[in-house]
Structures are given as structure tokens and as C-alpha cells.
């Protein structure tokens, strides 16, 4: 039988990638984003093979509303995130620190929650932290303490929801639109300096991170783990 992956934050980036591979594995999927503009993009580039829905992820209402259109599905795919939470700790806002908890752990949190009733028991759910919270990295401790928080669910979840797997993907440094707030010339260079100190000499492709959830989702013997897939820079 067919399995369903549902992935919130599916229209663009590290989300899109997964649906795209999910796809070619044979599951029928659902995408979903805030920016109707992407959903339609998303929906192309998949070849219109995959239910493309708009939905804000930060809205309760809306993430019932997304989730009890579908009825029943499999696996749950939280491939959303946050940019805010940069900076050193010594003049770092607390706004800022405060935004990435609520643009990525609470929601992440709460979709996860209301996909409970709709999920199969024996499906997955797969979240999405970052290296940030496993690296030493000088200017990442708001970022980082937002990624952690989403890594610290994963083991409870796994015993506390069982048999439903919980796991997530920790990227790196990954070329996706996540970097659109740099300029161009500024976003070369800091890849550029992310690649020297990466021990596989570049960043990462959307389609990594993708493969990575990819794997999360199909082995059913993987569970309580969170999966750094950095090209070894935390070592850095």
C-alpha cells in the first residue's frame, strides 16, 4: 500500500528536496508553505505529482485546518526553520533569541502535537534541528540553543510515542533560499569561508539534507536519533 509523507516547509529548499526523493521512492506526498507564490513553484518542479497546499505553519488553526483535509497519513516531515538567533552572545537582542523559538521549536513542537490523531502508529515523524546545536560555533548561541531544543525531543518523543518512530536531520552550512537575507556577493564569501573550514571542502545541496530525511523516513528500524549531516564542520 502506498505510503503518505506529509512535509510542512515542503516548497523550497531542504523541504522541496525531500518531497522530490520521496516521490521517486513511490510515496504519494504533500507539501506544504506559507508563501502561496512557492506553493505554486513547488508544484511545478514537481511536476504537479505531489499536493501542494498553502499553509503557515505558525497558525494553529491553519495547520488543523492542512492536517484534517488530509485525513490519515503516514510520516510527518517538519522541514521548517528559523534565521533569527544570529549574532555574538554579548549584544545579541533577546527578540532575536525569542523569534527563533517561535518561528521554528514551537511551531515545530505544535505541528508535531496536531499530526498525533492523523498519523499512522507505526509512521515516522522527522524534525529539523542544525549543526548549531552540536557545534561550537562564536555567534551562533541563540541559534544554536533553538536547534538544541528541537534535538532534545527527539529521544523523549521516540519513548513517549512509540511505536511511531521520532527522529531528525541536523544540517550544516546548505545552499538554500534559508540564505536569502545575505547579498549575493556577502553569501559567496561566507560560504567560501564555511568550505575552508569544512572537511569535505564545500557547503552542502538541499538534495543531501533530502536524502538524509529520505533514509529517516523509509528505514523503520531507526528511531530516538538525530542524524548531523555537516560534512564533518562541527569538527572544526
Same mark, same amino acid.
Given at each position: 500500500?502506498?505510503?503518505?509523507?506529509?512535509?510542512?516547509?515542503?516548497?523550497?529548499?531542504i523541504?522541496?528536496? %525531500?518531497?522530490?526523493? $520521496?516521490l521517486?521512492d513511490?510515496?504519494? /506526498?504533500?507539501?506544504?508553505?506559507? !508563501? @502561496?507564490?512557492? &506553493? =505554486?513553484? %513547488?508544484?511545478?518542479? $514537481?511536476?504537479?505529482?505531489?499536493?501542494? /497546499?498553502?499553509?503557515?505553519?505558525? !497558525? @494553529?488553526?491553519? &495547520? =488543523?485546518?492542512?492536517?484534517?483535509? $488530509?485525513?490519515?497519513?503516514?510520516?510527518? /516531515?517538519?522541514?521548517?526553520?528559523?534565521?533569527?538567533?544570529?549574532?555574538?552572545?554579548?549584544?545579541?537582542?533577546?527578540?532575536?533569541?525569542?523569534?527563533?523559538?517561535?518561528?521554528k521549536?514551537?511551531?515545530?513542537?505544535?505541528?508535531?502535537?496536531?499530526?498525533?490523531?492523523?498519523?499512522?502508529?507505526?509512521g515516522?515523524?522527522?524534525?529539523?534541528?542544525?549543526?548549531?546545536a552540536?557545534?561550537?560555533?562564536?555567534?551562533?548561541?541563540?541559534?544554536?540553543?533553538?536547534?538544541?531544543?528541537?534535538?532534545?525531543?527527539?529521544?523523549?518523543?521516540?519513548?513517549?510515542?512509540?511505536?511511531?518512530?521520532v527522529?531528525?536531520?541536523a544540517?550544516?552550512?546548505?545552499?538554500?533560499?534559508?540564505?536569502?537575507w545575505?547579498?549575493?556577493?556577502?553569501?559567496?564569501?561566507?560560504f567560501?569561508?564555511?568550505?575552508?573550514?569544512?572537511?569535505?571542502?564545500?557547503?552542502?545541496?538541499?538534495?543531501?539534507?533530502?536524502?538524509?530525511?529520505?533514509?529517516?523516513?523509509?528505514?523503520?528500524?531507526?528511531?530516538?536519533q538525530?542524524?548531523?549531516?555537516?560534512?564533518?564542520?562541527?569538527?572544526?
Amino acid at each position: 500500500m502506498q505510503q503518505h509523507a506529509v512535509i510542512i516547509g515542503g516548497t523550497s529548499g531542504i523541504g522541496l528536496a %525531500a518531497a522530490q526523493i $520521496l516521490l521517486r521512492d513511490g510515496f504519494k /506526498v504533500t507539501v506544504s508553505g506559507r !508563501d @502561496p507564490q512557492r &506553493v =505554486a513553484n %513547488a508544484s511545478k518542479q $514537481l511536476r504537479d505529482e505531489a499536493n501542494a /497546499v498553502a499553509a503557515d505553519a505558525t !497558525d @494553529p488553526a491553519a &495547520v =488543523a485546518a492542512l492536517l484534517g483535509g $488530509l485525513g490519515g497519513f503516514d510520516h510527518l /516531515v517538519l522541514a521548517f526553520g528559523s534565521n533569527k538567533g544570529l549574532g555574538p552572545f554579548a549584544t545579541i537582542g533577546i527578540e532575536d533569541v525569542r523569534l527563533s523559538f517561535t518561528e521554528k521549536v514551537f511551531p515545530q513542537f505544535a505541528c508535531a502535537q496536531a499530526a498525533q490523531k492523523f498519523l499512522n502508529p507505526r509512521g515516522s515523524i522527522t524534525f529539523l534541528s542544525a549543526v548549531s546545536a552540536f557545534g561550537a560555533m562564536p555567534g551562533a548561541a541563540g541559534i544554536g540553543a533553538a536547534n538544541a531544543a528541537i534535538a532534545a525531543l527527539v529521544p523523549t518523543l521516540a519513548r513517549e510515542l512509540q511505536p511511531l518512530r521520532v527522529n531528525a536531520v541536523a544540517p550544516g552550512v546548505i545552499d538554500t533560499p534559508w540564505w536569502d537575507w545575505a547579498a549575493p556577493d556577502q553569501k559567496s564569501q561566507m560560504f567560501a569561508d564555511f568550505a575552508s573550514q569544512t572537511p569535505v571542502g564545500r557547503v552542502g545541496t538541499s538534495e543531501e539534507i533530502g536524502n538524509a530525511i529520505a533514509f529517516l523516513v523509509t528505514n523503520a528500524f531507526m528511531t530516538g536519533q538525530t542524524i548531523v549531516c555537516d560534512g564533518g564542520i562541527r569538527l572544526s
